[in-house]
C-alpha cells in the first residue's frame, strides 16, 4: 500500500467560511484484477477523512509526482502542465462542492496575470493538476461531513456480517472466496475492509512467490 501524507499547499489558508483544506492520506491499490484504486483525502489539522475509487492511471499520476518517478512518457498531466506554464496558465486552487449521482462536483480555478476561469473536472484529474502546481484542494465543510458520516455508517453496518470481520481469520477463506468479497467491499464503498482483504490476498501471493 502506499501512503503518504501530502499537503497540496505549503499553508493551511481557508479560502472562505465552510471549506477544508485536504491532503492525500492514502492510496492504495487493490489488486490486479481491480482497475480502481482508492485515494483517501483526510482534512489538513485534523482527523476527518473519506475515500474515493479512482482509475489506475489517475492514480499513478499522482504517485509518480510524489515520489518524483522518471517514466519514459510524459504523462497527461505533465504534458497539461508543460501546455498550462508555457502560456502562463497556472492552477489557483481546486474546489469539491457538491455530490450528484454519487460523484463528486469539482472545479479547478486556472489563472493568469488578467483574468481566471473555472472549469469542471473529474477529482483525479484535479488532484493530478494541483500536485504539480502546488495549490490548495477544498472541500464544502457540510458535504466533507455527510460523506464521511455515510461512508462511516458503511463501515459500521459491515461490520455485522460476520463474513469478513477485523477479528476474523482470512486464512479461512479461498483465494476465490477473498476476490469475491473484495470486489463487494468496493461496490459498496467498503475501503477499511476492501484494503483488509486485499493485504490478505497480496500475503498469500508473496507465500507462493517464495514457494
Known sequence: MFEQNRTFACQCVRIMEGFVQLKIACLAYLG???????????EVGGERKFSIVIGRDEATSIE????????????????????????????????IQG????????????VNENSSVRVSARVSDAIAMA?????????????????RRQQAGVSLSAKKNEDVDKQMDLGAYSVEQLNAFLKSCVKHEDYERAILVRDELNRRNSLQSEN
Open 32 to 42: 490486479k484484477e481491480s482497475r480502481g484504486v482508492v485515494l483517501t483525502l483526510q
Open 64 to 95: 509518480a509526482f510524489i515520489r518524483q518517478i522518471d517514466l519514459p512518457v510524459s504523462l497527461t498531466h505533465d504534458m497539461m502542465c508543460k501546455v498550462m506554464r508555457n502560456f502562463e496558465l497556472r492552477v489557483h486552487d481546486v474546489i
Open 99 to 110: 455530490m450528484k449521482d454519487g460523484v463528486f462536483q469539482t472545479t479547478m480555478e486556472v
Open 131 to 147: 500536485l504539480r502546481f502546488n495549490r490548495p484542494v477544498y472541500i464544502e465543510e457540510t458535504l466533507l461531513e455527510r460523506v
